[in-house]
């Protein structure tokens, strides 16, 4: 195999950056087993940035077969080479994630889970030295906070609710149960977690077990819309990075505010709709415009109020998240040989096209990062 073109750092680098970056080793050795590389035309020349005029090649028989990258974007901004690579990944041949929103339920739950999901979870805490012994929850932020800006957003949202010892927190949405154990274990409360997929609820027990908080956190799996719980039973609630997968969002407030006691809070943490331009699919939660359900600021915030909740503040995290994004691509240039515990264990490696075409977006302000407080009156 060869690279042309003038690519700085040198054609090593560019090959080590996509082999240890977005996990290609699987997929390059399979192209290579055929002796061909190959970039299908997207939509437009890159003259310019960092991979000009990029030839990738592959040589069969003695004899040269490339195709010029007609690469997706321009490389001018600072979350394009991720989705450079991934569209390399994707058209050599390694099929991509799909993800879609919840016009069918099951469907988002596959999505964001396999039935292979426990396994590759166990196997990748053998594989970082976390073999059956009691791990620190901290420890896993890489791979159980499944949002922007991770666990200082998880802290933020859990500050805003203002918590004691003595609550009961229902976490909507839960994932892998990463903010569910941050605020059990800091603060000292009951959390409760549901979650849609059942893999993910699996993952979550294992995991809590694992860090120790099991006396303090559960899991269940159930569908945000009909929450399986008496009235007023929580003390709070906090929901992070769901509402986006919802298409009844005055069905999930109802929901949600059936289940919590009169005066707690609701803190939620969203992407949201910016200045009105198409969003770039496809996204961490969907893959096309027909199944993404976000909506801006003011639609949430009268959304809660019809809903019969109160004192909705509203507030901007966007600049805050594009920050923790440009640190984290930074980490992972300028250490790409380094492994690392994260999320696209979880999604599959078509996953960080999606994030750097959500670090795009919310850089043209096309989607917008919100964090959302209200109280039930």
């Known amino acids: 195999m060869r690279i042309d073109g003038g690519i700085g750092g040198g054609p090593a680098v560019l090959v080590e950056r996509l082999n240890d970056v977005i996990?290609?080793?699987?997929s390059l050795a399979q192209a290579e087993s055929?002796?061909?590389?190959?970039?299908?035309?997207?939509?437009?020349?890159?003259?310019?940035?960092?991979?000009?005029?990029?030839?990738?090649?592959?040589?069969?028989?003695?004899?040269?077969?490339?195709?010029?990258?007609?690469?997706?974007?321009?490389?001018?901004?600072?979350?394009?080479?991720?989705?450079?690579?991934e569209e390399f990944r994707v058209r050599i041949g390694h099929k991509s994630h799909c993800?879609?929103?919840?016009?069918?339920?099951?469907?988002?739950?596959?999505?964001?889970?396999?039935?292979?999901?426990?396994?590759?979870?166990?196997?990748?805490?053998?594989?970082?030295?976390?073999?059956?012994?009691?791990?620190?929850?901290?420890?896993?932020?890489l791979l159980d906070q499944f949002h922007v800006r991770a666990l200082p957003a998880t802290r933020e949202l859990a500050e805003a609710l203002e918590l004691k010892a003595t609550d009961h927190v229902l976490d909507v949405g839960s994932g892998l149960g990463g903010p569910a154990r941050c605020v059990a274990a800091e603060h000292g409360c009951r959390?409760?977690?549901?979650?849609?997929?059942?893999?993910?609820?699996?993952?979550?027990?294992?995991?809590?077990?694992?860090?120790?908080?099991?006396?303090?956190?559960?899991?269940?799996?159930?569908?945000?819309?009909?929450?399986?719980?008496?009235?007023?039973?929580?003390?709070?609630?906090?929901?992070?990075?769901?509402?986006?997968?919802?298409?009844?969002?005055?069905?999930?407030?109802?929901?949600?505010h059936r289940v919590l006691k009169g005066g707690g809070r609701l803190a939620i943490y969203d992407v949201v709709t910016g200045n009105g331009e198409a969003l770039t699919f496809p996204l961490p939660w969907a893959r096309?415009?027909?199944?993404?359900?976000?909506?801006?600021?003011e639609a949430m915030r009268d959304a809660l109020v019809a809903a019969g909740f109160?004192?909705?503040?509203?507030?901007?995290?966007?600049?805050?998240?594009?920050?923790?994004m440009a640190a984290q691509q930074a980490a992972m240039q300028s250490s790409p040989e380094t492994p690392r515990l994260g999320l696209p264990l979880v999604m599959?490696?078509?996953?960080?096209?999606?994030?750097?075409?959500?670090g795009r977006d919310l850089q043209t302000g096309k989607a917008r990062l919100y964090e959302v407080v209200a109280r039930k009156a």
């Open 23 to 26: 996990g290609l080793r699987e």
């Open 34 to 85: 055929k002796n061909h590389f190959a970039v299908g035309e997207v939509s437009e020349d890159v003259a310019s940035g960092p991979f000009p005029g990029g030839r990738i090649a592959g040589e069969r028989g003695g004899e040269a077969r490339s195709v010029r990258g007609q690469l997706r974007r321009g490389m001018s901004d600072d979350f394009s080479w991720i989705a450079i690579a």
């Open 99 to 141: 993800i879609v929103g919840n016009m069918d339920t099951s469907k988002v739950s596959e999505h964001y889970g396999t039935a292979e999901l426990p396994g590759r979870v166990t196997q990748a805490l053998a594989r970082f030295g976390m073999g059956e012994q009691t791990i620190s929850w901290q420890a896993l932020e």
């Open 191 to 256: 959390v409760t977690g549901i979650d849609l997929n059942e893999r993910y609820v699996e993952v979550a027990r294992m995991l809590t077990d694992r860090t120790g908080l099991s006396e303090r956190v559960q899991f269940e799996q159930a569908d945000a819309l009909r929450l399986p719980f008496p009235d007023a039973t929580f003390d709070h609630v906090m929901t992070i990075h769901v509402a986006m997968n919802i298409r009844d969002r005055a069905g999930l407030f109802d929901s949600i």
């Open 288 to 297: 096309e415009a027909e199944t993404s359900f976000l909506t801006t600021p």
């Open 310 to 324: 109160a004192d909705v503040k509203l507030s901007d995290k966007t600049n805050p998240g594009l920050a923790a």
């Open 348 to 358: 599959g490696q078509g996953f960080m096209g999606m994030v750097g075409n959500l």
